[in-house]
């Protein structure tokens, strides 16, 4: 079965600092996909970043980027030059591929990350 | 720009009532999907469904039915609302296939007294 493990359930960073948002996974199978969402109080989820498995690179989108240990089976994100924006809970999240026409999620507990002035 | 909406942002119902959940999105994805939050339990997937007219269930789909009779609309349905379904519902969406992010809508916060 699916799992994914986010051990921090607060992060404080201040602000214009980067700031690492740990997260591992457990899976069997060779092909899955690793996603990052944020969700600021308002309540909605909003996409960050997604890295694939057999993906050679670590995904950079802007000032987010994966940190993908594939041996480890992490798969951190980095949020680089912190804002105060980004103040919301983060939540990671794997699907394993391929499917058959559905894609289902396994989400973390979350971390919720707090900038400061 | 990708949309996903859902019909309230807040709803208070009475227990034993049906309550219905909408979900629509405008980005002609395949596959939708209903979950939950609850705090310290992360999102639990209910209900998805891949076509219209198909459905699945999730992984907590007791208590909840589902209906999608067009591509663009999914439906959460608590047939007799209890209190232990006060939750956050968060409705989603995406391409078909192996690849793709899920898109969220702002959520619907149910109270049930």
């Known amino acids: 079965a699916q799992k994914i493990t986010q051990t921090q359930p607060g992060m404080f960073v201040q602000e214009k600092e980067a700031v690492t948002l740990d997260c591992t996974y457990d899976?069997?199978?060779?092909?899955?996909?690793l996603f990052w969402y944020k969700q600021p109080s308002s309540g909605e989820m909003i996409f960050l970043i997604y890295?694939?498995?057999?993906?050679?690179q670590n995904a950079t989108e802007g000032r987010y980027s994966l940190n993908f240990q594939k041996a480890r089976k992490s798969a951190n994100l980095v949020i680089s030059a912190s804002q105060l924006g980004d103040s919301a809970m983060y939540f990671c999240?794997?699907?394993?591929?391929?499917?058959?026409?559905?894609?289902?999620?396994?989400f973390g507990t979350g971390t919720r990350l707090l900038v400061s002035p | 720009d990708v949309k996903v909406t859902q019909s309230s942002r807040y709803l208070v119902k009475r227990t034993g009532e049906k309550v219905f959940l909408e979900c629509v999105q405008d980005?002609?994805?395949?596959?939708m999907f209903w979950y939950r939050q609850d705090p310290g339990l992360g999102l639990r997937l209910i209900y998805f469904?891949?076509?219209?007219?198909?459905?699945e269930k999730g992984d907590i789909p007791e208590g909840y039915s589902v209906s999608r009779e067009k591509k663009e609309r999914f439906s959460l349905i608590l047939e007799s609302a209890s209190t232990n379904q006060t939750s956050m519902y968060l409705c989603?969406?995406?391409?078909?296939?192996?690849?793709?992010?899920?898109?969220f809508g702002p959520g619907t916060r149910l109270l049930v007294l």
């Open positions: 989603a969406s995406s391409l078909g296939g192996g690849a793709g992010a899920q898109y």
């Open positions: 899976t069997s199978d060779p092909s899955y996909g």
């Open positions: 890295q694939g498995s057999y993906d050679q």
């Open positions: 999240a794997m699907r394993e591929l391929p499917g058959i026409g559905f894609q289902k999620l396994v």
């Open positions: 980005m002609d994805h395949e596959n």
């Open positions: 469904s891949y076509d219209v007219k198909m459905k």
